[in-house]
């Protein structure tokens, strides 16, 4: 498969406005440059997965591709949140 450099750059630029925007509803700030790349692009590949299960279909377009991503990278955020507790994002690594 041959990815152009176009497409890369517009998956990691959806990525990062996706995991940004779930980081900002769900915990209140970001988790980075980095961490929200990673949980927007995991959050693109949830939510390309549930939402046309769930008869959901946002379109095409930068746009839906965003909303679909962040809808992706919430229910993602929010499955974390039920396994580690809900007790925070931090958890209770490192107290004894």
């Excluded at 209140?28 to 440059?33: E, K, R």
């Excluded at 949980?39 to 046309?52: D, E, K, N, Q």
Aim: charged residues 10%; hydrophobic residues 55%.
């Amino acid at each position: 498969m041959h990815m152009s450099s176009e497409s890369l750059l517009i998956i990691l630029l959806v990525g990062l406005v996706a995991g940004w925007l779930a980081g900002q509803i769900v915990q209140g700030t970001g988790f980075g440059i980095v961490g929200d790349l990673l949980i927007g692009i995991v959050g693109a590949f949830i939510g390309s997965w549930v939402l046309p299960r769930l008869g959901i279909h946002l379109g095409s377009g930068m746009v839906a591709a965003i909303v679909n991503a962040t809808v992706g990278a919430l229910i993602l955020l929010l499955l974390i949140r039920l396994v580690r507790g809900g007790g925070g994002w931090r958890g209770s690594w490192g107290r004894r």
